[in-house]
């Protein structure tokens, strides 16, 4: 079978506690070990020297679009664009057409990331029938056909009667529970974050509060019910501390941060004139959040960063701000935007920065993956901290061009994408 | 110039101006059309209403091929913030903001600002209160920033539910009609967007008349020689009282004459200045 040896790279796997230049043996789709000087015997050798290597990412937060939305994204592309970020598996949000809320459809995804796709594909299943917050979605057969999770992602879950209910009833089944956190009452109409910037704009906004309120409610939901909820791009300062609190008192709530909103502020949309790169929802907040939120990581209490990756059409952004679509891709910029913009100031170690792109996910979602040690899934990111990239929307290997960091010029960037001991993507091909 | 025999002046003869108004408009848009006819340009209007906005076609669509018709300037006004932005960004025409969403409205404060310097001969020191629903509003925005800056005292008042966050950046900001009409040099109405009230920012137009509605005894906290405006359409009997509205310090119609003026300011700067309009 396929052996691979990466030789003298600098291996660093958080979860192990290792950060040490060594050789790792892959074979047959798993790590077989890793230590010093270990020979070839017939196996492939790629030369890592000046390489990081690393657990494969795993992006908990992708919208893939396909079924239904092929104009924005597909399975094919949008794993390539995974590949080409240094990601070794994506969880698929369900909010395609239609919804993924039965095994039908989560098996006609994993056939099809089978047949086309370049990473893992874990889809998520939906937390109600059509996403629409009236009835449970069966998770038993969701769980069966490869759901690793539950979300209404997108649409929030404005019932906390029905929230209270998937959480209980997921347990049976052990599954984790994404909630887009945000009260639709405060939020409805806005645009971006309400606040100074958006009055000087005349762009409706939603407030902190809208969001907050619901990580607030779902902590307390998850201790009463004792499920897991994991929360999806939490993106306020008191979404970071009620996350923080309920972890303190042992909810098992876990959560998630973008790049986005770790790098740019509602400042963003002002500076930009506008432009529709910068809507998404959560929308950017104000600074004191965006600072809440790097803490939130460094401390703990944000256990992964995840892309929130959201592909549209050109038709879909260019249009006036208050129409256009919400959303960012993010999975050919997020680790080189992590590598110059965290790493590279000293705002996160190298090792966190691995742990919350691999080991944090896994652990998040119960996936395989997120560890070099011997037995694991061999799924590994390589990366050159050296190399400068600049980042060029029109070359993206994603259909989604929606990006905030067009022309950006960043220092560190994926080398290598390993999945299931393949090599799936190469930098300067 | 309005008041010549012969009110037209060849300065833009032979340049073109699209009006593109994607909102209701009485008085902006008459005002940029006499403007436009004036100063000699040829100037056609689009309403949303009976354009091809109608058959769903986008935005930069419709301005695309309006374009393509080589016009020299777009005018536009359009219920999203920053609209005209957007249209710069893709268009070669100069394009001229007549109001946008809750944004700005740069040509009724230019209006708003030559009312006051007539006549008061200045503007800076002037205590200007800027009443009403602050919060959907490009006038209030615009007033602030200019008047502001020329070196007028800004107040604004509204109900807090009317406020939006952070315009404290721009102005005062009170919560009592009393105390910013107090010692006032001018006071700036603005409209109770009622079409936009369906988020129960207040309780009634009752409560709103008697507790911001400006009234002839709350004047009289102004100055003696108080200016009154009001950017239009009026409310009457809401935001103001009629007797307010066509009282003797009312300068809301000459508000509606100098549109006119400054409207032909900006379009003779942008198109047709020549080297001044650089």
Known sequence: MTRLLLKGGRVVDPGRAVDEV??????????????????????????????VVCPGFIDVHVHLREPGREDKETIATGTRAAAAGGFTAVCAMPNTEPVNDTAGITQAILERARAEGVVRVYPIGAITRGSRGEELAEYGDLREAGCVAVSDDGRPVASARMMRRALEYARAFDLPVIDHC???AL????????????????????????????????????????GRVHVAHLSTARSVDAVRRGKARGVKVTAEATPHHLLLTDQAVKDSD?????????????????????????????DCIATDHAPHTVDDKKVEFDQAAFGVVGLETAVSLCLDRLVRP????????????????????????????????????????????????????????????????????????IVGGRVVWKAGR | MLDRPIKKVPALRGKTVVNLFYEASTRTRASFEIAQKVLSADSLS???????VQKGETLLDTARNLEAMNPDMIVIRHSASGAPHFLARHCRSAIVNAGDGAHEHPTQALLDALTLRQKRGRLQGLKVAIVGDVLHSRVARSNAWLLGKMGARVVLCAPPT???????????????????????????????????????????????HLRYGLTEERVRRARKDVLILHPGPMNRGVEIASEVADGPYSVILDQVTNGVAVRMAVLYLLLGGGEAAA
């Open chain 1, 346 to 417: 000293g705002l996160l170690t190298l090792a966190q920065l691995v742990g919350l792109l691999s080991a944090g996910p896994a652990r998040v979602l119960s996936l395989p993956g997120g560890t070099l040690a011997s037995g694991a899934p061999a799924d590994l990111t390589l990366l050159d901290l050296d190399r400068r990239v600049k980042v060029d929307p029109a070359r993206f290997e994603s259909k989604g061009r929606n990006t905030p960091f067009g022309g950006w010029t960043l220092r560190g960037a994926p080398a290598l994408t």
């Open chain 2, 46 to 52: 689009i309403t949303a209403a009976t354009s091809s």
């Open chain 1, 22 to 51: 060594a050789d790792v043996l892959l074979a047959d789709g798993l790590v077989v070990k890793t230590g010093a000087r270990l020979p070839a015997r017939g196996a492939e050798v790629i030369d890592a020297s000046g390489l």
């Open chain 1, 274 to 302: 506008y432009d529709t790169a910068t809507k998404m929802n959560p929308p950017l907040r104000s600074e004191e959040d965006r600072r809440a939120v790097l803490e939130g990581l460094r401390d703990g209490t944000i």
């Open chain 2, 162 to 208: 009317l406020m939006p966050p952070g315009i404290e950046r721009l102005a005062a900001v009170t919560h009592r009609i009393d105390e910013a009409l107090e010692g006032a040099d001018a006071v700036m109405m603005l409209r109770l967007q009622l079409e936009r009230m369906t988020g129960g920012y207040f309780p009634s137009t009752r409560e709103y």
């Open chain 1, 187 to 226: 939020s409805q109409g806005a645009v971006m974050n309400e606040g100074e910037v958006a009055t000087l704009l005349g762009l409706r906004g939603a407030p902190a509060a809208a969001e907050a309120i619901v990580v607030e409610r779902d902590v307390m939901l998850a201790e009463l019910a004792g």
């Open chain 1, 182 to 184: 945000e009260e639709p």
